[in-house]
């Protein structure tokens, strides 16, 4: 991770999903969740109505002792949802994280993940992008791959049909609905621990 920026915003955090109605509750909007869940345990107001998506500022609330040295306060971020339908989430990240200065490397994006066993949460930063097209149209925005991710794992049908697989990420979670609340707060935890340890981390020379 590259030294703390010296500009008020420090991380820029994207959950990704689908604005409507008819999209929550399916697994390709759990990053939305996600996203929901920190702003919310951190404290940071209402989200407002800009770049082209939901956006709140404040404070990541990073409990002490949870990961040695780092704050009991966190950095200022922003929290970024999309309404831009998940295949253009770029058009709204692009020029959030233009205006906020937020480097490339500190712009960390929450997603579902089809090829990820259900309920499993992994951190991956730069790399392939899974065929997620969320995450394409991100890199195009930011003119690289080198970004942190919190990959949220929803399984995926037994089948590679296309439709099939769409509608399964698009449909509602099958998994029960004590299982989905277990993978927002692993993802919610994933989310704290990258940002919590990059903070605790010395600065770049």
Not at 17 to 43: C, I, K, M, S
Not at 95 to 113: S, Y
Not at 153 to 173: E, I, M, Q
Request: aromatic share 6%; with cysteine.
């Amino acid at each position: 991770m590259p030294a703390r920026p010296s500009h008020p915003v420090s991380w820029l955090i994207v959950g990704l999903g689908n604005p409507g109605a008819q999209y929550q509750g399916t697994p390709h909007n759990v990053g939305f969740v996600v996203a929901e869940r920190l702003r919310d345990e951190w404290g940071m107001p209402s989200p407002q109505s800009r770049y082209r998506g939901l956006i709140s500022i404040g404070t990541a609330a990073i409990r002490p002792g949870a990961i040695p040295g780092a704050p009991a306060r966190g950095p200022a971020v922003a929290i970024l949802c999309p309404q831009t339908y998940m295949n253009d989430s770029g058009a709204s990240v692009g020029p959030a994280r233009g205006e906020l200065r937020v480097p490339p490397e500190r712009v960390l994006v929450l997603h579902d993940e089809i090829d990820t066993p259900f309920g499993e949460v992994r951190t991956k930063f730069g790399g392939g992008l899974a065929g997620h097209n969320g995450l394409k149209s991100i890199s195009r925005a930011l003119g690289t791959r080198d970004f942190p991710r919190v990959r949220l794992g929803v399984g995926r049908p037994n089948s590679t049909d296309p439709d099939v697989v769409a509608a399964y990420v698009l449909g509602r979670f099958r998994q029960p609905a004590d299982a989905v609340a277990d993978l927002v707060d692993a993802g919610v935890a994933a989310a704290t621990a990258l940002i919590a340890a990059a903070e605790a981390a010395p600065d770049d020379a």
